[in-house]
């Protein structure tokens, strides 16, 4: 049984910060099987409450961009065993 990691993702903190305006962190997301860049701001509404802004962009490899396919469904062939 293989792990699935679709609908899921993970953030880690930007210690590479170029400026104010760079994401506090970075990661990867995975929605329907395709990985996409995942990027956070540390924010404070006008109430003062901090919250998160998010922003999904493509993969920057065009073959990223291709959805992975299921490791499973390489076992599908016809094997003799």
Known sequence: ???DNNMRG???KN???K???SPDYLGKIEIENVEYQLSAWINTSRAGAKYM???VSPPKD???AQP???RADDLNDALPF
Request: glycine residues 0%; hydrophobic residues 40%; proline residues 0%.
């Open 53 to 55: 802004a998010l922003t």
């Open 15 to 17: 210690s590479d910060k």
């Open 1 to 3: 049984m293989s792990y």
């Open 19 to 21: 400026s104010e305006k």
């Open 68 to 70: 992975k396919q299921n």
């Open 10 to 12: 993970v953030l880690f």
């Open 62 to 64: 065009a073959d990223a």
